[in-house]
């Protein structure tokens, strides 16, 4: 059988026209090859941010179908125009919608969960010798209504269809593969040629931007290794697989889009509360005197509303705290001593940062502290633990 490849270019890589055709003229040198090609693509550029931004400019609190109808959109002018480039270039392509390409999700608007997957109409077009354009981000619900599947939700379309099609899955964007920091921040940083699917989770759900968290974990159930690429430079990337790790910390990643709620009391009210409205936490801290619940707001898409509806609800026992952030140290093994923690405090100590709260398991150590501390504490964590 002919290979199968699953491909995903991420918005920087199709941000105008100029590079769409450059996509193109890569995905046609694949194909060259000899293998069958499904190409998943994100919006152009910022274009999610600037449909959200119109969103917010008529509604505080958007309806969240609606926020599907609209952010769709982002796709599907990619995927058009990457099937127009292909074919300008002789290339027989045609573009499919989630729900053409058949992503069954459940019925969580603006942040579904992928179900199923039914490609009946990408393998028949396969069949026919085209390249399959699938615009990323989203699927259709069993009572057919379009969904999203989350900010950065692409890279999971092309988990679950390489899942699907057993196809091998390589995700490209301006970087060659996953970094042990943030490069802007921490110049000396190293990219890695491998990491498990364990670190990996844990790096993307505490603020690495380069693979989904919800991605990873997919591919960790269905058991496919994810090659994280380069658009612009034939680097070897990053493996994403199941490994016997090595020790030690792998990487330090910071987050400042989160907020920080400190729960004094009724945390089970609290907890009630926020799945109510599908606000999904990324962890849950002990703290002297209080809880500390970490909200990421990527997905939060009404968040004055929300934190006016918290704070009236749960006046005096709950403080919504908006000038925090993280910093994560991700590895294997990082319980195995307290040295890890020991130094973190240390470094944290030594900047004035005050440590708001803290959490260490074998994969991760997090520190919770204001957000004008947290590049100068990943350059430290880094240059201690990662060199
Ligand atoms: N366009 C969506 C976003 O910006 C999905 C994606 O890029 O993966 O979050
Ligand atoms: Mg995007």
């Known amino acids: ?215 990873v974990e997919f591919a960790r159930e269905a058991g496919i290794t994810i090659h994280a690429l380069s658009t612009h430079v034939a680097g070897t990337g990053t493996r994403i697989e199941a490994l016997a790790a090595g020790l030690g910390v792998k990487g330090v990643t910071a987050e400042k889009e989160l907020w920080v709620l400190e729960v004094r009391e009724g945390l089970a009210e609290v907890l009630a509360f926020l799945d109510e409205r599908a606000v999904k936490p990324r962890a849950l801290l002990g703290s002297p005197g209080a809880h500390l619940v970490l909200v990421p707001l990527h997905d939060v898409h009404g968040p004055e509303a929300l934190s006016a509806a918290l704070t009236e609800r749960f006046r005096g026992a709950l403080a919504v705290r908006h000038a925090l952030g993280t910093v994560t140290c991700v590895g294997t093994g990082l319980n195995a001593s307290f040295t890890v923690l020991r130094g973190a405090l240390e470094d944290a100590a030594a900047l004035g940062a005050p440590v708001a709260g803290h959490s260490l398991t074998s994969l991760q150590l997090t520190l919770v502290v204001p957000r004008e501390h947290l590049g100068a504490l990943t350059q430290r964590l880094h240059r201690r633990f990662v060199g």
């Open 1 to 215: 059988m002919t290979a199968r490849v699953v491909q995903k270019f991420g918005g920087s890589s199709v941000a105008d026209a100029e590079k769409l055709r450059k996509v193109a003229r890569k995905v046609q040198a694949r194909r060259a090859q000899g293998c069958e090609l499904v190409v998943v693509v994100s919006a152009m550029g910022d274009t999610t941010d600037e449909l959200l931004g119109l969103a917010r400019q008529l509604s505080a609190d958007p309806p969240r179908r609606e926020l599907d109808m609209l952010l769709s959109c982002g796709e599907r002018i990619s995927m058009a125009l990457l099937s127009m480039a292909l074919q300008e270039l002789g290339v027989p392509a045609v573009s499919f919608t989630g729900s053409q390409s058949g992503i069954i999700t459940d019925e969580s608007h603006a942040q579904a969960r992928i179900v199923e997957v039914k490609p009946t109409r990408i393998v028949e077009a396969l069949g026919q010798g085209k390249v399959v354009i699938v615009a990323g981000y989203q699927g259709v619900s069993r009572s057919k209504e379009v969904t999203t599947l989350g900010r950065g939700g692409s890279d999971t379309s092309a988990v679950a269809l390489a899942a699907a099609l057993g196809a091998d899955c390589e995700i490209y964007s301006d970087v060659d593969g996953v970094f042990s920091a943030d490069p802007r921040v921490v110049p000396e940083a190293r990219k890695r040629e491998s990491l498990s699917f364990e670190e990996m989770q844990e790096l993307a759900s505490a603020g690495a931007k380069v693979l989904n968290a919800q991605a």
